[in-house]
């Protein structure tokens, strides 16, 4: 049986907000060894296709692809996390 899954994420790079937040609140920024994870690639990784969408122009041409293609995909909506 083939399952086939279509994602889409909203990507804020929500670490450095949680950074400027622990600064604006006077509170010692906690260190951490994350990184900033790209759910494209990890569709790669997976054996599925990863798009990245980082203009409004991209939207039209970035949705065909990924539903054009047979397998799994995940399409990665780059945002401003001030602005979401």
């Known amino acids: 049986m083939l399952l086939l899954f279509r994602t889409g994420v909203a990507h804020k790079?929500?670490?450095?907000k949680i950074y400027k937040d622990q600064m604006a609140g006077e509170w010692q920024a906690c260190k951490t060894s994350l990184h900033k994870?790209?759910?494209a690639?990890?569709?790669e990784l997976c054996?599925?296709?990863g798009f990245i969408m980082t203009t409004l122009e991209a939207v039209g041409s970035v949705i065909r692809d990924a539903l054009d293609h047979d397998g799994p995909?995940?399409?990665?909506v780059m945002t401003d996390a001030q602005l979401v």
């Open 47 to 49: 054996r599925g296709k």
């Open 41 to 43: 690639a990890l569709a």
């Open 73 to 76: 995909t995940i399409v990665e």
């Open 37 to 39: 994870n790209s759910f």
């Open 13 to 16: 790079n929500e670490l450095r």
